[in-house]
Structures are given as C-alpha cells and as structure tokens.
C-alpha cells in the first residue's frame, strides 16, 4: 500500500472522527434530554439518530468526503446512502445494544449510549468511505469524452 494513501486515508479517518465527536454531541445531548423530558429511551434514540444523521452528512460531505475535481456526486443518493448506513448501526444495531446494555446488562441509560456510540464509530467510518460517498464510476462513454 502506497504511504501516502495510508496517511490520506488516516487523515480521512480522523477528520471522520471529528465529525462523528459532533455527531455524537448531537445525538448524545438530543438523547439525554429527551430521556429527561420522559421520553422512552428507544423514542430518544430515534429522535437523537435523525437529528444527528443531518449533522454528520453535512460535515461529512464538506470536511471528509469531498467530490473530487471532476467527479460528479449524487447528493440525494448520497443522502439517502447516509441514512441507510446510520439506520443499520445508528438506529438498528444501537437500540439492540441498548436493549442489551439497558434491559439485560442492567447498564445505566447514559453509560449504555455512550458504549454504543464508541462501537458503531469505526463501522459507521467504512460504511461511508466504501458506499455512501464512494464516488461513482464513470461509464466507457465518459471516459472516451475526456
């Protein structure tokens, strides 16, 4: 593997970290104060995932994952690739794990989201560089046009 695609993609991931400790602001404190209002814990989570789904692919659209010169980006399929990615692990995975951590585990509300949130990080990062804003490819007729 060529060093400097290792350390762009090492850059890449830390930047993608940076956005997700936003994201995770977001959705922790959407979280944690729907729990306080009296929100069930699964109706915070899902409220915390929408509004942080939005946070992340804007920063990452912007600061990670740029278009390229030349590449040309689908950004409603990007979009809806974004939120099928954080579905899996935001909303899916992590209201299993918090019903794991909360329900079977005894883990506290707060402890149990931030367990999840630290699992689904390194997940989510190759969800979104290998499919939601991979760039697509360009057919044999664009490439004879360049």
């Not at 762009?8 to 977001?26: D, N, R």
């Not at 789904?53 to 980006?73: D, Q």
């Not at 689904?120 to 499919?131: R, S």
Request: glycine share 6%.
């Amino acid at each position: 593997m060529d060093a400097a695609i290792s350390k762009s993609g090492f850059v890449q991931f830390i930047k993608f970290g940076l956005v997700g400790a936003s994201s995770a602001v977001v959705s922790m404190s959407v979280y944690s104060a729907s729990v306080w209002l009296g929100a069930h814990y699964i109706a915070a989570n899902t409220l915390a995932f929408a509004l942080s789904v939005l946070n992340a692919f804007f920063w990452n659209s912007r600061f990670v994952f740029k278009e390229r010169e030349g590449e040309k980006r689908n950004w409603p399929l990007a979009l809806a690739k974004t939120y099928a990615t954080y579905a899996v692990t935001g909303l899916f995975l992590q209201s299993l794990l918090l019903f794991l951590f909360i329900d079977k585990l005894g883990c506290g509300k707060y402890l149990a989201q931030f367990l999840c949130v630290a699992i689904n990080t390194p997940i989510n990062f190759l969800l979104n560089k290998f499919w939601a804003f991979k760039a697509a490819k360009k057919g044999a007729c664009e490439e004879a046009a360049l």
